[in-house]
């Protein structure tokens, strides 16, 4: 006969495992966040080893985040088909093979190559880990806080790949960045075989290649001509890549609709919080990208930060975001998802706000309440978007769902760096030079504070200080310009998310809002 102490034991067993196999998601995400940000530190230790070009060195940058946009979607619904456990192990596979051959590169062609595989396997890492908390935590409330541990994960993992570069990098040489990898996918696959549950679409129709082509070209066009604006302008390049590109998607999504099954359901999108919430999290990562990308140069260039203080003066969104994520979930059983949403998309625009003051004299006491405010909005409305994406959409199209969440996700980076940058540069560029300065010391200074910098030095003392003095104005009135255009960018995004879920079906109410 089975007793109540036995049904308890077993609930126990059930929930540790549950638990256990959410650890492997979460050291997947470590892994993944990482790697991607580690990379920065060796950049200069990679050029002078490989003797790599200028252009080789972005390719070598840019590849993984091209490889990995283009394929998120095809890689999530090939999750939804074959399985999101069997795709998670599959790639982790992929991941150490790619991070071997990465790390003994012998040219920079190679080291790219490699650069393109793990892109490919990251592809099929991040959806899977997100659609599969679905399959552990059927329960709204556990899998809230699962989906804030998910966040915190990311967070910090952003923050330590710069502290592990540095430490790596002062005692080996830089292919060990790629070798930590090798035992973490050597404890990840068993681990994952073990504890992971399988899930995917028992009836999903095939894998349409002609529609995983379409979508590969789009995306990558798209994501690759909104890279190349940011950093050298429009040209005829980047105009045919996102002409082809945005064909190419429309071409995708006329062909689905004519699908019996398609590769990935357009009527998704009709959904509105599912849509309502993609839209959000796309505009609010374009508001938020581009200052916290171009903010660090100002602790560097303009504070005169050394690069270990420029990151340690990133911590407080850090700590802001792990911080919150943890409380996330809570506050919406507490209210509701929509007002959590909108509540943290507010917070990430007013806490923008003050940036739109800076000043080369502005004290950083005066900036890090701020980032720290910055980080808790980003908790609060990322764990409960994405805890939205994966209620508001059957389970057995999770992997597809997950993987449009982080494709808009990469696409609001690119647009973030693009767009604020565009604002940006255009202010700095128009800065007036000391009278007597080289036409080509000149050119030099307005393409970029760094090349200010070094254009500096090589000039008399009193005229290359007015130089710098005037490039340093000209970036950070820019920089003020495009965090108060990122702020109504997220303030917009809070009316969109607002307005969008307050129609939430009953049948959604009850998933996402449940406690």
């Known amino acids: 006969m089975t007793t109540t102490f036995d049904r308890t034991s077993t609930r126990n067993t059930s929930n540790r495992r549950r638990w256990l196999g959410f650890g492997v998601l979460v050291l997947t995400v470590l892994l993944i966040v990482i790697d991607n940000t580690v990379l920065a530190m060796a950049i200069p230790f990679i050029s002078e080893d490989l003797g790599a070009t200028s252009t080789q060195m972005l390719w070598i940058g840019d590849v993984y985040s091209l490889a990995l946009g283009g394929l998120l979607v095809s890689m999530g619904t090939l999750g939804d088909r074959i399985g999101r456990k069997k795709l998670l192990l599959m790639g982790a596979g992929l991941f150490g093979a790619a991070s071997l051959l990465a790390a003994y590169a012998p040219n920079a062609e190679s080291l790219i190559a490699a650069r393109v595989l793990l892109g490919m396997a990251g592809a099929t890492l991040m959806p899977s880990t997100l659609s599969l908390i679905r399959a552990l935590f ?57 504890l992971l549950p399988e899930a995917k679409n028992p009836d999903p129709g095939p894998w349409d290649l002609p529609s995983v082509g379409l979508s590969m070209v789009g995306l990558i066009g798209v994501v690759y001509a909104v890279k190349e604006v940011a950093a050298d302008g429009i040209n005829p390049t980047t105009a045919a890549s996102a002409l082809v590109g945005t064909a190419a998607l429309w071409l995708f999504v006329r062909r689905q609709n004519r699908l019996p099954k398609p590769l990935l359901n357009i009527n998704l999108f009709r959904n509105r919080s599912f849509s309502g919430v993609v839209g959000a999290n796309m505009l609010s990562v374009l508001g ?73 004299e502005t004290k950083y006491l005066l900036i890090a309440p701020f980032l720290l405010l910055l980080g808790a909005g980003m908790s609060m409305a990322f764990t409960t978007a994405n805890d939205i994406v994966l209620s508001s959409v059957r389970k057995e199209e999770t992997g597809a769902a ?67 003095n005037a ?45």
């Open 288 to 360: 938020m990208a581009g200052v916290l990308y171009f903010i660090s140069q100002y602790f560097q260039l303009v504070l005169d930060y050394s690069p270990l203080q420029a990151g340690l003066a990133g911590l407080p969104s850090t700590i802001g975001t792990v911080a919150v994520s943890l409380l996330a979930g809570r506050l919406v059983a507490r209210t509701s998802s929509r007002s959590v949403l909108t509540a943290g998309l507010a917070i990430m625009g007013v806490a923008m706000i003050p940036l739109a003051l800076l000043t080369p």
């Open 402 to 468: 997950a993987s449009i969440s982080e494709t808009g996700y990469e696409i609001g980076m690119a647009l973030g760096i693009a767009v604020l940058g565009s604002v940006l540069m255009g202010i700095y560029q128009g800065f007036p030079v000391p009278a007597g300065t080289p036409e080509g010391l000149t050119a030099t200074a307005h393409d970029s504070l760094a090349s200010a910098v070094q254009a500096a030095q090589q000039l008399p003392a009193s005229q290359g200080q007015q130089l710098l």
């Open 138 to 194: 059927p329960d709204p409330v556990k899998r809230r806080t699962a989906i804030g541990i998910w966040t915190a994960a990311t967070a910090g993992g952003s923050a330590m790949g710069p502290l592990v570069g540095g430490v790596l990098l002062e005692h080996f040489w830089w292919g060990s960045v790629f070798l930590i990898n090798i035992p973490v996918i050597l404890l990840l696959i068993p681990a994952g075989a073990a």
């Open 471 to 515: 490039a340093q104005d000209a970036f950070t009135s820019g920089l003020a310009t495009a965090a108060g255009v990122g702020a109504l960018l997220l303030l917009s995004a809070a009316a969109l998310a607002w307005k969008l879920l307050k129609d939430l079906k009953p049948a959604e109410k009850e998933s996402v809002d449940a406690h």
